[in-house]
């Protein structure tokens, strides 16, 4: 069976400190990945998302990177942090190649707090 | 482009009580449905979906939604709720290339 990993599960760091989260998926070739933030009482904000190794779209401007350096690795950078930056970041991953018209599988969350 | 809403960002309900959980949404193409869950701290569950067929959905646990083309809506809806549907809920909308979250629903279940 598909598993996602993402980790950490909560991380605190200063403002301007680089960041680095990952997330892994298992038991699935060539995912469709994501990453969302999750801001209270705002829903779910797309960040990334990538079709393939080293494919990857940016959904909003901000002061977040992602890469995909494996086929079943995502990874959400910063290379400094701001306090509106804090929020709960997921990972998830979809089917291909029918992508979003079937359900997203979502990683346990990072809560990050900048500080 | 498309949007999903939800109109209610708390609804709390007496354990037994019916509830209903309301999903709007526009899109310029036909779209498909999701419901999901969110419990504390966790990541997002699927509960239902909604893909073609019969309008209304079920998820095993005992909740619903019905799909309405007219109206845009895919309201979800459960006769008798638990404390353990605490919960937060999201309606989301696929146009084929990319999945929309609406800004979710808590629902919280008193004793």
């Known amino acids: 069976s598909q598993t996602i990993h993402q980790w950490p599960a909560t991380l605190v760091q200063p403002v301007g400190s680089p960041l680095s989260l990952e997330c892994t998926v298992e038991?699935?070739?060539?995912?469709?990945l994501y990453w969302y933030r999750q801001a209270a009482g705002r829903g779910l904000q797309l960040l990334f998302y990538?079709?393939?190794?080293?494919?990857i779209s940016s959904e909003v401007p901000q002061n977040l990177s992602a890469s995909r350096p494996q086929d079943r690795q995502f990874i959400l950078s910063s290379k400094k942090l701001l306090l509106s930056d804090s929020g709960f970041y997921l990972c998830a991953w979809s089917v291909r190649p029918t992508g979003l018209n079937t359900e997203a599988f979502f990683g346990q969350g990072t809560r990050l707090t900048v500080v | 482009a498309q949007s999903v809403t939800q109109l209610d960002s708390q609804v709390p309900v007496f354990e037994e009580a019916p509830v209903e959980l309301r999903c709007n949404y526009s899109s310029s193409v036909s779209v498909y449905l999701f419901w999901y869950v969110q419990y504390p701290n966790q990541g997002l569950q699927l509960l239902l979906k909604?893909?073609?067929?019969?309008?209304l959905v079920k998820s095993i646990n005992g909740f619903e939604a019905e799909f309405n083309k007219s109206q845009t809506s895919f309201h979800l809806r459960k006769p008798s709720v638990h404390i353990s549907d605490t919960a937060e809920y999201f309606c989301a909308v696929s146009d084929h290339t990319q999945l929309t979250f609406g800004s979710g629903t808590q629902l919280t279940v008193l004793p």
């Open positions: 038991g699935t070739s060539n995912p469709n």
């Open positions: 909604y893909l073609s067929g019969s309008t």
């Open positions: 990538s079709v393939g190794i080293g494919q």
